[in-house]
């Protein structure tokens, strides 16, 4: 076992759990959720900084759904893990951890942070060579290399309360009166006591924490804090048993701070300032602190409205970009049309709100300003013409503003050309509201894997599915769809995953219970549907997506099908001398790191093959031994239509559907998902 600091032997018995055991220099505690990745890189940084000191290593987990716990079991074997069932928040999940704890000093460390290699050993010496330390605090670094703030703090004062709410800490932070809440008149290279640290980042001396004679908790953190402020409260409540706090800048590390609660959130803005209003209610008496918590609730209601104000105008963008473009559409019209001294002034203040209110009203009404509907062209296309019906029928009636049947009749069209364009060109949340989680049974999810898989042009994309017959996280793999976890996990689940719609099997959960789990994560980006009961559709709002396909044919059918053969052919040459045309931008690409560029490039040599009619864009697998009825006319693609399977009957069911259904966008669609699926079997390749 590495050798640790030097201890007095008087002292080493205090610390020594087992005869002839040593007890760990540090506990470094850190308490994740959800953050799999940053935790990984925590705990490498962690073993580096370990080097020639005895250290145990405590995560407490907080019901994870990204699979943090699996990782830490299979790569940190050593490390001393604990799942809660739930997220009991985080001072509770540290006190869990501070009890098990047997090191002379205990860090607290974030998920979402980098040690630098001589962080334990600084920080523990710091606390070995001053007896009246309580805890101590390192340089924290933003991810672009900035010194962050929060690295040293002082105590809120209704004078410090109202800079930091303000701004003025901002604008004038050399102040000595403006700036004391982050110190930022001090140098951050200079060591000094402070009234509080990070909690990201704080090492605390046991007997701090620890009765050295009962070895019993004396001071652990306050849960009633459940995110944000625990760290001021509990450095508060060290000071007060006399010890101090000091910042050591002679080691840092690095902070991704805000990975789980973005600051913009109105969720951020509760906790943060609800954890400030709950600390002056607990520590400050008297008239100064009914000032502070006056100053903070009005930066609570101040902040939640801005917040609440940013989050409203994105939800109505799509439908403030329909009212403008319908409104200078028609108006470019009719400035075209009268010119800008001749105009009619009722043309204006008349004729084109009435007419771009009537748009928006209509793919309101339809429901095109919903989440995964908002890029539909449908709408656009139809609401203008009905508002060209509604001012036509206006003007019948009010013969003031019945003006030109021109600016009318241009208006409307060139109105849905750019309110078409806009949804074109943006992507938004399409590809998004596609992805699907299936809230049922591993059973019913192989079968709608199934279903979807023999399906070229699938309206969801399964992600997988949270199984509602167990309240186990995720499982070992035993089908073709991903166990994604539970379903308390859900909420957690649907983000990671990107995922945009919800499916819900009927039966495996009461519908009280589906209808609860609507309500509950109503305010994501999310569609809620039912899948069928024969498992063919799934339900939604407004839509039944079909999923099922038709019966095989018989070959001599497939002889007869429409598929558009000479539309086929030019799409597959319009691509192929795409592709040739485009070999210098996808070289350029490859060599900047695209994995998509590079599997383009790899069936370059078949593209020749493609334009003389031997190959397809979209074809067979050449590389397996399965062949479609030659009557399919399916020729050795670049892209195969399917996986390969072994079961003939199926291939057959998959490529007969394709040989009916064939057309360009079935075929690009192949393409992308193909293409997808590569770049993520590549080594290392994640789809770009």
Same mark, same amino acid.
């Given at each position: 076992?590495?050798?640790?600091?030097?201890?007095?032997?008087?002292?080493?018995?205090?610390?020594?759990?087992?005869?002839?055991?040593?007890?760990?220099?540090?506990?470094?505690?850190?308490?994740?959720?959800?953050?799999?990745?940053?935790?990984?890189?925590?705990?490498?940084?962690?073993?580096?900084?370990?080097?020639?000191?005895?250290?145990?290593?405590?995560?407490?987990?907080?019901?994870?759904?990204?699979?943090?716990?699996?990782?830490?079991?299979?790569?940190?074997?050593?490390?001393?893990?604990?799942?809660?069932?739930?997220?009991?928040?985080?001072?509770?999940?540290?006190?869990?951890?501070?009890?098990?704890?047997?090191?002379?000093?205990?860090?607290?460390?974030?998920?979402?942070?980098?040690?630098?290699?001589?962080?334990?050993?600084?920080?523990?010496?710091?606390?070995?060579?001053?007896?009246?330390?309580?805890?101590?605090?390192?340089?924290?670094?933003?991810?672009?290399?900035?010194?962050?703030?929060?690295?040293?703090?002082?105590?809120?004062?209704?004078?410090?309360?109202?800079?930091?709410?303000?701004?003025?800490?901002?604008?004038?932070?050399?102040?000595?009166?403006?700036?004391?809440?982050?110190?930022?008149?001090?140098?951050?290279?200079?060591?000094?006591?402070?009234?509080?640290?990070?909690?990201?980042?704080?090492?605390?001396?046991?007997?701090?924490?620890?009765?050295?004679?009962?070895?019993?908790?004396?001071?652990?953190?306050?849960?009633?804090?459940?995110?944000?402020?625990?760290?001021?409260?509990?450095?508060?409540?060290?000071?007060?048993?006399?010890?101090?706090?000091?910042?050591?800048?002679?080691?840092?590390?690095?902070?991704?701070?805000?990975?789980?609660?973005?600051?913009?959130?109105?969720?951020?803005?509760?906790?943060?300032?609800?954890?400030?209003?709950?600390?002056?209610?607990?520590?400050?008496?008297?008239?100064?602190?009914?000032?502070?918590?006056?100053?903070?609730?009005?930066?609570?209601?101040?902040?939640?409205?801005?917040?609440?104000?940013?989050?409203?105008?994105?939800?109505?963008?799509?439908?403030?970009?329909?009212?403008?473009?319908?409104?200078?559409?028609?108006?470019?019209?009719?400035?075209?049309?009268?010119?800008?001294?001749?105009?009619?002034?009722?043309?204006?203040?008349?004729?084109?709100?009435?007419?771009?209110?009537?748009?928006?009203?209509?793919?309101?009404?339809?429901?095109?300003? *919903?989440?995964?509907? /908002?890029?539909?062209?449908?709408?656009?296309?139809? =609401?203008? #013409? %009905? &508002?060209?019906?509604? @001012? +036509?029928?206006?003007?019948?009636?009010?013969?003031?503003?019945?003006?030109?049947?021109?600016?009318?009749?241009?208006?409307?069209?060139?109105?849905?050309?750019?309110?078409?364009?806009? *949804?074109?060109?943006? /992507?938004?949340?399409?590809?998004?509201?596609?992805? =699907?989680? #299936? %809230? &049922?049974?591993?059973? @019913? +999810?192989?079968?709608?894997?199934?279903?979807?898989?023999?399906?070229?042009?699938?309206?969801?994309?399964?992600?997988?599915?949270?199984?509602?017959?167990?309240?186990?996280?995720?499982?070992?793999?035993?089908? /073709?769809?991903?166990?994604?976890?539970?379903?308390?996990?859900?909420?957690?689940?649907?983000?990671?995953?990107?995922?945009?719609?919800?499916?819900?099997?009927?039966?495996?959960?009461?519908?009280?219970?589906?209808?609860?789990?609507?309500?509950?994560?109503?305010?994501?980006?999310?569609?809620?549907?039912?899948?069928?009961?024969?498992?063919?559709?799934?339900?939604?709002?407004?839509?039944?997506?079909?999923?099922?396909?038709?019966?095989?044919?018989?070959?001599?059918?497939?002889?007869?099908?429409?598929?558009?053969?000479?539309?086929?052919?030019?799409?597959?040459?319009?691509?192929?001398?795409?592709?040739?045309?485009?070999?210098?931008?996808?070289?350029?690409?490859?060599?900047?790191?695209?994995?998509?560029?590079?599997?383009?490039?790899?069936?370059?040599?078949?593209?020749?093959?493609?334009?003389?009619?031997?190959?397809?864009?979209?074809?067979?697998?050449?590389?397996?031994?399965?062949?479609?009825?030659?009557?399919?006319?399916?020729?050795?693609?670049?892209?195969?239509?399917?996986?390969?399977?072994?079961?003939?009957?199926?291939?057959?069911?998959?490529?007969?559907?394709?040989?009916?259904?064939?057309?360009?966008?079935?075929?690009?669609?192949?393409?992308?998902?193909?293409?997808?699926?590569?770049?993520?079997?590549?080594?290392?390749?994640?789809?770009?």
């Amino acid at each position: 076992m590495p050798r640790g600091l030097y201890l007095p032997p008087s002292q080493r018995s205090r610390y020594q759990t087992e005869p002839g055991v040593a007890a760990p220099d540090v506990t470094v505690v850190i308490v994740n959720y959800n953050v799999r990745e940053f935790l990984q890189q925590a705990l490498t940084s962690v073993q580096r900084a370990s080097a020639g000191l005895v250290v145990e290593t405590i995560v407490i987990d907080n019901d994870s759904a990204d699979g943090s716990a699996e990782m830490v079991q299979s790569q940190f074997p050593d490390v001393q893990l604990t799942v809660n069932r739930q997220n009991v928040g985080f001072g509770a999940a540290n006190n869990q951890a501070i009890r098990a704890a047997r090191g002379r000093h205990v860090l607290l460390l974030n998920p979402d942070t980098i040690l630098q290699e001589d962080s334990l050993r600084v920080l523990a010496s710091f606390l070995d060579a001053t007896p009246d330390a309580g805890a101590v605090g390192c340089r924290i670094l933003n991810p672009d290399g900035s010194f962050a703030l929060e690295s040293r703090r002082s105590f809120p004062t209704p004078a410090i309360a109202f800079a930091r709410m303000t701004g003025l800490s901002k604008l004038f932070p050399r102040s000595r009166f403006f700036g004391r809440y982050n110190l930022t008149f001090l140098p951050t290279d200079e060591r000094c006591e402070v009234d509080a640290l990070s909690g990201s980042c704080m090492m605390i001396r046991r007997d701090a924490l620890i009765d050295p004679e009962t070895g019993a908790a004396r001071l652990l953190f306050d849960e009633q804090f459940f995110m944000y402020g625990e760290d001021l409260d509990l450095c508060y409540r060290i000071q007060r048993d006399g010890w101090r706090l000091y910042f050591e800048p002679a080691t840092q590390i690095i902070h991704y701070k805000g990975e789980s609660t973005k600051k913009g959130d109105l969720r951020y803005v509760k906790l943060f300032y609800g954890a400030m209003l709950l600390f002056a209610q607990k520590h400050f008496k008297g008239r100064n602190a009914g000032l502070l918590i006056l100053l903070l609730r009005a930066g609570i209601l101040g902040r939640a409205a801005i917040s609440a104000t940013g989050r409203l105008l994105r939800r109505l963008a799509p439908a403030i970009l329909d009212l403008i473009l319908s409104s200078a559409s028609f108006a470019g019209v009719a400035l075209w049309r009268f010119g800008s001294d001749a105009i009619p002034p009722q043309l204006l203040t008349t004729v084109t709100p009435v007419f771009s209110i009537s748009v928006v009203a209509l793919v309101a009404v339809l429901g095109g300003y *919903r989440f995964g509907q /908002r890029t539909k062209l449908r709408y656009a296309v139809v =609401a203008p #013409l %009905v &508002g060209l019906v509604v @001012v +036509a029928a206006l003007s019948f009636f009010l013969k003031q503003i019945a003006f030109s049947r021109f600016v009318v009749g241009l208006g409307a069209p060139l109105s849905a050309a750019c309110m078409s364009l806009w *949804r074109l060109v943006w /992507r938004g949340d399409r590809e998004r509201s596609r992805r =699907a989680i #299936l %809230v &049922g049974s591993e059973d @019913v +999810a192989d079968r709608l894997q199934t279903t979807l898989l023999d399906n070229p042009q699938p309206p969801l994309t399964l992600a997988g599915y949270v199984d509602t017959s167990s309240d186990r996280g995720r499982t070992e793999q035993s089908s /073709r769809v991903r166990n994604l976890g539970k379903l308390s996990q859900l909420r957690d689940i649907a983000r990671f995953e990107s995922a945009g719609c919800i499916v819900f099997v009927p039966g495996a959960l009461k519908n009280e219970e589906i209808f609860g789990w609507m309500q509950r994560l109503r305010d994501l980006p999310l569609q809620f549907k039912m899948l069928g009961s024969t498992e063919s559709h799934v339900i939604g709002k407004s839509s039944v997506d079909e999923l099922a396909l038709p019966s095989l044919v018989e070959a001599d059918q497939a002889l007869g099908l429409a598929r558009g053969r000479t539309r086929h052919r030019l799409f597959d040459v319009a691509v192929a001398s795409a592709l040739l045309l485009s070999t210098p931008v996808l070289l350029l690409a490859r060599s900047l790191g695209s994995r998509k560029s590079a599997v383009l490039l790899s069936r370059f040599n078949l593209l020749l093959s493609v334009i003389v009619g031997r190959r397809s864009i979209v074809g067979f697998d050449e590389q397996t031994e399965y062949r479609p009825p030659v009557d399919y006319g399916i020729k050795p693609g670049l892209f195969a239509v399917s996986e390969s399977v072994e079961c003939q009957p199926d291939m057959d069911r998959r490529y007969g559907y394709y040989a009916m259904r064939q057309s360009a966008a079935i075929d690009w669609a192949i393409v992308r998902r193909r293409l997808s699926e590569d770049v993520r079997t590549q080594p290392g390749g994640v789809a770009e």
